[in-house]
């Protein structure tokens, strides 16, 4: 009997064990809560493998309701409206502080996710949320010029290798009007963080010019880099990579203006239904295993440095993904504009599209 009450300590603690060390299993995350039946995520378009999805719903026994936006202006409106319940959502850095002023997120509870711990340190303390209370990064990148090298002879340097009129019908831009003015102000050597309004002006004037170049406003631009229909772009630099899993000609670069580093992160809406759900959720996310398959689907940057050991080399040189030092430290974080100058320079943007 005392045999059998050994085996059976034995058994019990390596188990223990084991789920201790993945950090994994929903009843090591702390507190009272109960898992629900459903859980509603909204996420960029193109971000995330169903397998990821799958499996989640499988182990955890949560039906996961799956959404996607294609900017951050049409999740912030979506999220204003109420209308949903979201769970999860992924906001771009300085829209996490546009929806924690409105009192639209609300704080994350750390202790369920033991995970965050695989977040390397370069990635925690972030300028839009410096306590650590609302967000947990998802993926990162930068803002730079992807490019077909088929189609561009020397790699782009500069910002203005985007009105180079041999490039005509073949040149890409963001969708949103806060990512092209952060481009363009750049360019014109302005602050972008807090441009006058006539450097507003100026910027719109600018892309008036740019505008006869374009082949469209898009902010996932992938599926034209693969074609081979877009030259060179303003675009996100996984964007790139994924463009580049298909088509090996597509590089990008960071311009010597700078460009623009971002993070997109996990918030818990105000109104979510299921937050405790929500924070299992994540914590599952920050798997180094679970994290590494995100990588391989969507090769942009990954803040889990648990799951970055993980990946293949031919992963870890896509374009985009390791940059240069002295490049990322030339490179600045987007900032929201004042109500009064974010209006102004919508009014820039639009009429540079329409004339």
């Known amino acids: 009997m005392k045999g059998k009450l050994i085996i059976l300590l034995t058994v019990l603690v390596a188990t223990l064990v084991a789920c201790s060390e993945n950090g994994t299993d929903s009843s090591d995350a702390k507190g009272n809560g109960k898992l629900s039946d459903e859980l509603i995520v909204f996420n960029w378009s193109e971000y995330m493998p169903q397998e990821i999805l ?34 999860v959502v992924v906001p771009s850095d300085f829209y996490v502080n546009r929806l924690k002023e409105q009192e639209l997120i609300q704080e994350i509870n ?3 996710i033991p995970n965050y711990k695989n977040i390397s340190d370069e990635w925690k303390e972030l300028p839009f949320d410096p306590d650590e209370k609302y967000s947990i990064p998802y993926m990162y990148g930068y803002d730079g010029i992807a490019y077909n090298k088929e189609k561009v002879d020397e790699p782009p340097t500069s910002w203005a290798d985007l009105w180079n009129p041999a490039y005509k019908g073949h040149v890409i831009t963001m969708e949103e009007p806060k990512e092209n003015f952060n481009m363009l102000l750049q360019y014109l050597g302005y602050d972008h963080t807090n441009p006058t309004e006539e450097q507003l002006k100026e910027g719109g004037e600018k892309l008036k010019e740019l505008v006869p170049n374009l082949l469209s406003f898009k902010s996932t631009p992938e599926a034209e880099f693969v074609s081979g229909e877009a030259w060179i772009g303003y675009a996100y630099s996984g964007a790139a990579a994924v463009a580049w899993k298909e088509n090996k000609n597509v590089g990008f670069v960071l311009p010597k203006e700078g460009g623009i580093r971002w993070t997109d992160n996990m918030v818990i809406p105000k109104n979510a239904e299921h937050k405790y759900t929500a924070e299992v959720f994540i914590n599952y996310l920050l798997r180094p295993e679970v994290s590494k398959k995100l990588s391989e689907a969507y090769p942009y940057g990954n803040p889990n440095e648990a799951a970055v050991e993980m990946l293949d080399d031919s992963i870890k040189n896509s374009p985009g993904l390791i940059m240069p030092e002295e490049k990322i430290e030339k490179t600045d974080w987007g900032k929201p504009l004042r109500p009064e100058k974010k209006k102004l320079m919508n009014r820039y943007f639009q009429k540079a599209k329409v004339e």
């Open 54 to 87: 799958d499996e989640f719903e499988e182990e955890f026994g949560v039906d996961i309701v799956y959404s996607t936006f294609s900017s951050n202006q049409e999740m912030l409106a979506k999220i204003n409206a109420g209308t949903v319940s979201y769970d």
């Open 110 to 112: 750390f202790d369920n």
